[in-house]
């Protein structure tokens, strides 16, 4: 019940907001490390509660790290931040992110996407971090470590979400970032969240 209620609810909001990101994928995982996990998105009510822990300013510019068909990203640019950006190493999905931002209903913020490998990619704008579990640790540490190169390059303060955690070792043994949150909801157990910010 609580299942198809659910589900219900989320084709209700990609018809509110005029985006279609309801199923599930195995991306093309043309990456490094091959360690990309599969895309399906986080439940709106969750992802609503997330974001607004995030405290997002005007000054943020955010990236959702594997961001699939773009429900986060989407949802993100309906806040007043400066700018977000998505990434995605599935061509074919990063075409329906595109496609979404687009179409997208309410949208205060520019919206780009980028077809790549997150651990290759230049992060020297960016300060708030979205990751659904998009890929592996290896994969994981190479992106935090460019994430930190850019800081020490533009330094600037930087938070994460980074939800269902598998490779959350890779945040506790960086050592520039501290977990300032956890969270588990009680009714979806498997979408706990760690939040994290830079302590430099």
Not at 120 to 148: A, C, K, Q, S
């Amino acid at each position: 019940m609580l299942s198809s209620l659910k589900s219900a609810h989320n084709l209700f909001c990609d018809r509110r907001f005029g985006i279609e990101t309801v199923g599930e994928y195995r991306p093309v995982d043309t990456s490094l490390y091959r360690d990309a996990n599969r895309s399906g998105p986080l439940g709106y009510a969750i992802l609503a509660r997330y974001i607004k822990l995030l405290e997002l300013q005007p000054t943020d510019t955010v990236y959702d790290l594997g961001c699939g068909t773009g429900r986060p990203l989407c949802m993100i640019a309906r806040c007043d931040v400066a700018r977000c950006v998505g990434v995605e190493i599935d061509a074919g999905l990063a075409a329906i992110a595109r496609r979404n931002s687009a179409r997208l209903v309410g949208r205060r913020s520019e919206i780009s996407i980028v077809d790549g490998d997150a651990a290759e990619l230049d992060y020297r704008d960016g300060t708030v971090f979205w990751l659904y579990n998009p890929f592996g640790r290896r994969t994981l540490t190479m992106v935090l470590d460019r994430i930190h190169d850019g800081i020490k390059i533009a330094p600037r303060a930087v938070r994460f979400c980074y939800v269902t955690p598998e490779a959350e070792e890779a945040f506790i043994s960086c050592g520039w970032l501290t977990r300032y949150r956890s969270v588990k909801p009680l009714l979806h157990p498997s979408c706990t969240a760690s939040f994290w910010r830079s302590s430099i």
